[in-house]
């Protein structure tokens, strides 16, 4: 399937447009026209080749939200103009332990990535969702709840299931006392997810500027981390904290604030971290724990879970054409909270 789309060419150029070649539909595939792409910081951390692994040109983009076009002869969940969603993988190798416990983004043979990753049959370099179509295992694809905008939906798929996965893993529900820290596109999607589930929740933030937007998004509370006397009391508060701080940066001030048994989750940093002290840990038997994305199942299971409860992230629309800027913005920190692509403004490049 000849497609088309925006690439980085390389770390230090913007992105732009590129024609290539999606693989021609085997059985079990689907293929979906994109409407929507989210504009994650996974993006641009591979556009860059900030974590080494990028290989270029690359498509980027994994929070799709899409319209079947057209499936393969043994596909059985969808249909021709069903409205389909996919997020960071597209394929495992099904027969692990992991796999068979729902749990494909642990694959002991590793997931294939939605991008940046290599297609297990092929062995071809596999491209994302800024594009007009993509073609993913049915296994793979996620079907979109009845009442859950599309246009608003794309970001769930990486941010939203990013932050739902440890607030099912560690157990949160009415009663558990929860800790944000960082109010951006995790960390939003954290806060509304953990309300959403019953929770007490708490925004860490440097600063009080914060302060209205987090009660706005649900949270009962802004603790300012910069407040020492502030982080005193709130030592032992916490069961569990998300960390969804994007850079490396020292974890001391917040261990303390867990209570005994209690779980502080990284979500955010991918790469090492400042050196920490222990005493906090083996004195209250806390935990520092890391967190990808969850599985299909649970990923449906909070899609489902979004639409139920009407919980969707705070999204600006833009142009496929304004991603450089975006980018740009993104790096600043200035996105309240998540950018969509708006893929119909994606139009096939001149013949």
Not at 117 to 122: E, L, P, Q, V, W
Not at 261 to 283: C, K, N, R
């Amino acid at each position: 399937m000849r497609t088309f789309g925006y690439a980085a060419p390389s770390p230090t150029t913007p992105l732009a447009p590129y024609e290539f070649e999606r693989r021609a539909l085997r059985s079990n595939d689907v293929a979906m026209e994109i409407l929507y792409c989210g504009v994650c910081h996974s993006d641009l951390h591979t556009a860059r080749n900030d974590w080494g692994w990028s290989y270029y040109p690359i498509v980027p983009g994994h929070e799709i939200v899409g319209r079947v076009v057209e499936v393969g002869a043994e596909v059985s969940k969808y249909n021709v103009g069903d409205y389909v969603a996919v997020g960071c993988m597209v394929d495992s190798c099904l027969e692990c332990d992991q796999c068979h416990h729902g749990e494909e983004q642990l694959c002991r043979e590793g997931n294939t990535g939605t991008y940046c990753g290599a297609d297990r049959i092929t062995g071809d370099k596999t491209q994302g969702g800024y594009s007009k179509h993509l073609v993913v295992r049915e296994e793979f694809c996620l079907r979109m709840p009845e009442g859950l905008d599309p246009a608003r939906a794309a970001p769930l798929l990486c941010a939203g299931i990013t932050t739902y996965s440890p607030l099912r893993t560690w157990n949160v529900g009415p009663g558990s006392r929860v800790g944000v820290i960082g109010l951006g596109g995790l960390g939003h999607m954290a806060v509304k997810l953990a309300v959403g589930l019953g929770a007490d929740v708490t925004v860490l933030s440097r600063s009080k500027n914060k302060e209205a937007d987090a009660l706005a998004l649900g949270a009962d509370r802004l603790l300012v981390s910069s407040d020492s006397g502030a982080m005193t009391r709130a030592a032992s508060s916490f069961d569990v904290i998300i960390d969804t701080v994007p850079v490396k940066h020292d974890l001391d001030a917040y261990v303390p604030l867990l209570d005994i048994d209690g779980t502080l989750v990284i979500v955010g940093q991918v790469g090492p971290m400042q050196e920490f002290g222990t005493v906090p840990l083996l004195l209250g038997r806390r935990r520092i724990a890391g967190s990808p994305i969850g599985g299909i199942r649970e990923t449906q299971e909070m899609l489902d879970f979004c639409a139920k409860k009407n919980i969707l992230p705070d999204c600006e629309m833009i142009r496929i054409d304004e991603i450089n800027y975006a980018y740009e913005r993104m790096e600043k920190s200035d996105v309240r909270y998540r950018f969509v692509i708006d893929m119909a403004s994606l139009t096939a490049p001149a013949t």
